[in-house]
């Protein structure tokens, strides 16, 4: 069950950056237009799946071998010298867990009754934010914590 999961995690980040990638690219390019439907949609389903992964994320942190139970195993000091326990105990969580908070402050601004280009300025900071720090905060396989584990 837990592989299940890990896989359907590590394959939704490609739909999360997608999506926050759609977000960024029609509020760059919205310049004066008015903060229509489909803007409203995809911000809005981008945060859904968002918070989907941070749901599957935190099932993962406590029912894996690399968030809590490594901590526990290990005790704090020993995962906090060793690079790759750090990465996926502290800084991948944390990580994420900063972005996910970025998309919701870039979705309450979604809401808000402001012109179309405020709302298209502050969506694109926050979920502009969240990608940046999803990206820095992903295992990819070019990395020492992603080194052998492929692009999907």
Known sequence: MYNVILHLHSGLRWLVLLLLLIVVYRSFFAGSRPFGSTDRKFSLFTLIVCDFMILIGIYQWIAGNWGLESIQANG??????????????????????IAIIMVHIGWIYAKKDLPGAVKHKRVLLFYGLALLIIIVSLPWPFRQAGAGRGWY
Do not use: Q
């Open 76 to 97: 704090m000091k020993n995962v906090m010298h060793d690079p790759i326990l750090r990465f996926y105990a502290i800084e991948h969580p944390i990580g994420m867990l």
